[in-house]
């Protein structure tokens, strides 16, 4: 169980790391052909949008609803249920989809001013905005079908494919970027149309290996046979258990649609530091604290079900200590080196020093915020698997009210940096309060060791945080230095600081290979 665990988690994880670098790749991309003018912000929101929805419906409450149950089928009802199942709910949610889809092309001037009202002034930056949205809103469509997908294949254990397809969307904007921007009249509408494709080419890809399994759906709406009947009884179980698992995962979104609406009133180019910013506070969440999150699920699952709450309680203690024992350096990492960092992966062609400088500061701030972000990741799976959605949604709700509290207050003093103050504060609040709750219902007391295992990661935290500050030069020379100069001095200090990360830790007695061999 332990090395199908950390197998899992390593498949996961890999995928993820080879997507985020993709991703980055296609960062730099965006940032020398694009900059942080007004095209790259008309599509930084016009892209946003449908994510918002996307995370929501497609990766977000429909994975949560769906699994479970099509797990029941598979387990409990005739194949052919399952497939019924399956068909009825590729017909009935595509229907749904293709809707949505055409009330977001045609509501995207509506959806532009709600979701970035500080550009209706700004004729150039909305008209882009607006005319992308409609390129990039079907984006919707597949990647939700891809999420259901995803689930499918989750379920027979094929995790690599589901985690591999994001590198598909990179790829297909990488090479929009460099082929048709640079002879588009708009930048951010011929990368609408990258975004279009990608997920096209997205859902494609999981075809052969669904058909491989025998569970490729043919879509179906209405139930005429007995086994549709039943089939027909699951799709709405799993739109009555997406209605709660909505608002909860729509926290985050809404998190971080409010700072797109602040940003859209300060000066231009704010949206796009943001953006920068999340991209580079993302890569080891998504890389880490996705990969945790998606493998110990299903394992506190099973434990919740066989009434064993002694591997809950251990399961959970183990993949909190891994949480803390990796989130904490590298979210020191990231706000020492968040200058290096900008320049060394962006600043080229339209994107300034200045962009860095003002990219790095968010960044900053991000990253105060990122273990409680990773936390998030752990600590709702501890409820889930009880099948509580309520106390994650009310805890994130009032986590949100945090982000735009302090949110609105911090913006008109720090800017674009107080935005993202406020989105690390309120993830460090929903941790807080997720870990409380835990404890106040019973379901989790922490291990021996805390306390000692907490004071030797800080310390070999600031060790690490200690050379990486006195190492890294100034600005001046980072500016100046090459391409070359930059990337081999980065990955240097980077290999300094997590050389001297986990010495520091093996010098104060802390063993990382025991710690990794547990539950």
């Known amino acids: 169980?332990?090395?199908?665990?950390?197998?899992?988690?390593?498949?996961?994880?890999?995928?993820?790391?080879?997507?985020?670098?993709?991703?980055?790749?296609?960062?730099?991309?965006?940032?020398?052909?694009?900059?942080?003018?007004?095209?790259?912000?008309?599509?930084?929101?016009?892209?946003?949008?449908?994510?918002?929805?996307?995370?929501?419906?497609?990766?977000?409450?429909?994975?949560?609803?769906?699994?479970?149950?099509?797990?029941?089928?598979?387990t409990r009802y005739p194949p052919a249920q399952a497939r019924a199942f399956l068909n009825l709910m590729a017909g009935r949610l595509g229907l749904?989809?293709?809707?949505?889809?055409?009330?977001?092309?045609?509501?995207?001037?509506?959806?532009?001013?709600?979701?970035?009202?500080?550009?209706?002034?700004?004729?150039?930056?909305?008209?882009?905005?607006?005319?992308?949205?409609?390129l990039t809103f079907p984006y919707l469509f597949f990647i939700s079908l891809v999420a259901m997908a995803g689930g499918i294949l989750n379920t027979h254990d094929r995790f690599g494919v589901p985690a591999a397809t994001p590198i598909l969307l990179n790829l297909c904007l990488i090479g929009t970027v460099l082929l048709l921007v640079p002879e588009s009249q708009n930048a951010a509408v011929?990368?609408?149309?990258?975004?279009l494709l990608a997920g096209l080419v997205q859902l494609g890809f999981q075809f052969p290996f669904l058909k491989k399994i025998g569970r490729l759906p043919v879509p179906r709406v209405r139930a005429n046979t007995v086994d549709e009947k039943a089939g027909s009884e699951g799709v709405g179980q799993v739109m009555r258990l997406m209605v709660p698992a909505i608002f909860g995962v729509s926290i985050a979104q809404i998190n971080l649609l409010i700072n797109t609406v602040l940003a859209s009133f300060l000066v231009t180019g704010s949206v796009s530091w943001l953006y920068y910013s999340d991209r580079l506070m993302e890569f080891p969440l998504g890389v880490f604290g996705v990969a945790l999150a998606t493998v110990i699920l299903p394992m506190l699952s099973r434990q919740v079900a066989e009434s064993d709450e002694e591997s809950y309680g251990r399961t959970l203690d183990w993949a909190l200590r891994l949480v803390f024992l990796i989130s904490l350096p590298a979210a020191a990492a990231l706000a020492v080196l968040a200058f290096p960092l900008m320049v060394t992966l962006f600043q080229y062609g339209a994107f300034s020093g200045g962009d860095a400088v003002m990219a790095a500061r968010a960044l900053t701030a991000f990253a105060l915020g990122l273990t409680g972000f990773v936390l998030v990741k752990v600590l709702a799976p501890g409820f889930y698997a009880r099948k509580d959605t309520r106390t994650p949604v009310v805890v994130g709700a009032i986590a949100m009210v945090i982000n735009a509290l302090v949110a609105v207050t911090l913006v008109w003093q720090l800017a674009h940096v107080g935005l993202a103050l406020a989105t690390s504060i309120a993830g460090l609040a929903n941790a807080v309060l997720l870990y409380r709750k835990l404890k106040q219902l019973g379901h989790f007391t922490a291990g021996p060791g805390w306390p000692r295992f907490l004071i030797r990661v800080l310390l070999a935290t600031v060790v690490m945080s200690l050379a990486l500050y006195l190492g890294q030069g100034?600005?001046?020379?980072?500016?100046?230095?090459?391409l070359v100069q930059r990337v081999s001095h980065l990955l240097l200090w980077i290999a300094i600081g997590t050389a001297l990360y986990f010495s520091s830790l093996y010098l104060m007695g802390l063993r990382v290979h025991r710690l990794l061999e547990r539950p």
């Open 96 to 134: 749904v989809l293709v809707l949505f889809a055409v009330v977001g092309v045609l509501g995207a001037p509506a959806l532009v001013s709600v979701m970035a009202p500080g550009f209706i002034d700004d004729p150039l930056r909305f008209e882009s905005t607006v005319s992308t949205l409609r």
């Open 474 to 482: 100034d600005q001046r020379e980072w500016l100046e230095a090459s």
């Open 190 to 195: 011929a990368l609408g149309g990258g975004v």
């Open 1 to 74: 169980m332990r090395f199908l665990m950390i197998k899992n988690v390593g498949t996961v994880g890999s995928m993820t790391f080879v997507s985020r670098i993709t991703g980055l790749i296609r960062d730099i991309a965006f940032a020398q052909f694009l900059g942080s003018g007004a095209l790259a912000d008309a599509f930084f929101v016009a892209f946003r949008i449908p994510n918002f929805f996307r995370r929501i419906f497609g990766e977000g409450a429909l994975s949560v609803a769906f699994v479970p149950v099509y797990s029941e089928f598979e």
